[in-house]
């Protein structure tokens, strides 16, 4: 147990450059007290005093803002950074080493009974406001884009933005030993697919002018510039 909550002190340490001191850490990091009133909450829902594990689960929100159903799985390591407004669901699995920030809902979109809340595997990176929906899987060493929407399975090493979630593949794999932080840097997809869909345009347009032996419509080099957006 103490190596658990070592793990989890240590993993603050690792992708917080704010946090200072072991102190600062144990009294003022939501997060943390999260994930310790939800050991205890998840102790008592496996041994049965479920209502006392749902009542610890409703102080600790009550505390921090962060929601952890009793009967979620939570693996070592677990870090939520700032906490507020973070849901995690009855059903949910989280691997090892994963991070969430706030705002995040690992939540369910049906009313079954049995398992209706993502599992999220090893090392992923959950940005701020991301929303992950339904039975599904986060595969390891992923990471999803702040405000993304989440409804389908993803891959391991994979990235998702937008809403709904775009999966990008990596091309390699980064042979993770600890969570991808880099959660700023996120592809375009919306940008890459409308330059795609510009400099195909421009390709036909040039063949029809070669064809039809009349002069090219202008084409412009650089795809719009600010005016094109006026109100
Ligand atoms: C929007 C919602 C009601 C749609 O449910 P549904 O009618 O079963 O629709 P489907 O899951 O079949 O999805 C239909 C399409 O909408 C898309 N979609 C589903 N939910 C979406 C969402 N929240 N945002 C954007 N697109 C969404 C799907 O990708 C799918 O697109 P596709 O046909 O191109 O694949 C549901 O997905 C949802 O978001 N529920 C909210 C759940 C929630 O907030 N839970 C929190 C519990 S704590």
């Given at each position: 147990m103490f190596n658990t909550l070592r793990q989890d002190i240590q993993s603050v340490f690792e992708r917080d450059p704010a946090a200072r001191s072991w102190l600062e850490v144990v009294l003022l990091y939501p997060g943390l007290h999260a994930v310790w009133g939800h050991r205890i909450s998840h102790w008592l829902w496996i041994h049965d005093f479920k209502l006392l594990g749902r009542w610890v689960s409703q102080i600790a929100r009550g505390i921090t803002g962060i929601e952890i159903h009793p009967g979620a799985t939570i693996g070592h390591g677990f870090f939520i950074d700032h906490g507020m407004g973070v849901v995690i669901g009855e059903t949910a699995e989280v691997g090892k080493n994963v991070t969430l920030y706030h705002g995040v809902t690992l939540g369910g979109?049906?009313?079954?009974?049995?398992?209706r809340h993502p599992t999220i595997e090893d090392n992923v990176v959950v940005g701020a406001g991301a929303k992950i929906l339904g039975a599904i899987t986060v595969g390891a060493d992923s990471r999803i884009g702040a405000n993304a929407v989440v409804n389908k399975p993803v891959p391991p090493d994979s990235v998702v933005v937008g809403v709904p979630g775009q999966i990008v593949k990596r091309k390699?794999?980064?042979?993770?030993?600890?969570?991808?932080?880099?959660?700023?840097?996120?592809?375009d997809m919306i940008g890459a697919s409308v330059i795609s869909l510009m400099s195909r345009v421009d390709a036909l347009e040039k063949i029809l002018a070669m064809d039809h032996k009349h002069e090219p419509m202008q084409?412009?080099?650089?795809?719009?510039?600010i005016d094109d957006f006026a109100i």
């Open positions: 979109t049906s009313l079954n009974k049995g398992k390699e794999h980064r042979y993770a030993t600890t969570p991808d932080l880099n959660h700023g840097v996120m592809p084409v412009r080099d650089s795809l719009w510039t």
